[in-house]
């Protein structure tokens, strides 16, 4: 299965320590994106790379989240200092230039 | 500020009813129209979506959806429904003149009774 790739699938983590989760997009695909998804909600855009450059983040991207995508291929999104309000599912898509985005499993996040 | 609407928030249906979910957006430029579809325990998957031409659009498991300029709108559609489509739907636009973030409505429930 080549697909969008995430990990891990599930983090559970004290509330103040940090996380990071990592996306592997489908091979080629120059665009990745990241989205937050809480129970009965559908997706809210994170931010959006094409290529390593990073070019646009949404409000919801507080400074305690960072996102990189060092070489252009997978994508890390860390989390400082974890709120309970930072429980949700972290979806990854990738894009190869236009949509559609194709979407990986999503890691979940759940801060106690 | 751009937003996606869609008007269920969770649909109940016997298997062969006809079914439509609406979904209205908020955007007065070009755009991109999608339907997406979570099964239980799985990732979002593309059902169909709409670019430029004929407004009814055909997609995978015999889905359609047909784009209404003038409201707005675009609506999914399925004949005969199974109790293999109960999953959640999301609709979501893309606003090409705005930049490539998705917008999606807040989802569908669809339960599909046996």
């Known amino acids: 299965d080549t697909g969008v790739s995430q990990n891990p699938r599930h983090k559970i983590t004290k509330r103040g320590q940090n996380v990071t989760f990592r996306c592997d997009p489908i091979?080629?695909?120059?665009?990745l994106y990241w989205y937050r998804q809480t129970l009965g909600q559908g997706p809210e855009f994170l931010t959006y790379?094409?290529?390593?450059?990073?070019?646009?983040k949404s409000r919801l991207l507080s400074d305690r989240f960072s996102a990189e995508r060092p070489k252009g291929s997978f994508s890390t999104l860390e989390i400082q200092r974890t709120e309970q309000g930072d429980s949700a599912m972290y979806l990854c898509?990738?894009?190869?230039?236009?949509?559609?985005?194709?979407f990986g499993e999503g890691s979940w996040l759940t801060v106690v | 500020a751009q937003s996606v609407s869609q008007h269920n928030h969770h649909v109940i249906l016997s298997e062969a009813a006809s079914l439509e979910l609406g979904c209205n957006y908020s955007?007065?430029?070009?755009?991109?129209l999608f339907w997406y579809v979570q099964y239980p325990g799985q990732h979002l998957q593309l059902l169909l979506k709409?670019?430029?031409?004929?407004?009814l659009v055909k997609g995978i498991k015999g889905f359609e959806a047909e784009f209404i300029k003038s409201k707005f709108s675009f609506n999914l559609r399925k004949p005969s429904v199974q109790w293999s489509d109960t999953a959640e739907y999301f609709c979501?636009?893309?606003?090409?003149?705005?930049?490539?973030?998705?917008?999606f409505g807040p989802g569908t429930r669809l339960s599909v009774l046996p």
């Open positions: 898509a990738s894009s190869l230039g236009a949509p559609p985005l194709y």
């Open positions: 091979s080629e695909h120059n665009r």
């Open positions: 790379f094409q290529n390593e450059a990073q070019l646009e």
């Open positions: 955007y007065g430029g070009t755009v991109n």
């Open positions: 709409y670019f430029s031409g004929d407004p």
């Open positions: 979501a636009v893309n606003d090409v003149s705005y930049g490539q973030n998705f917008v």
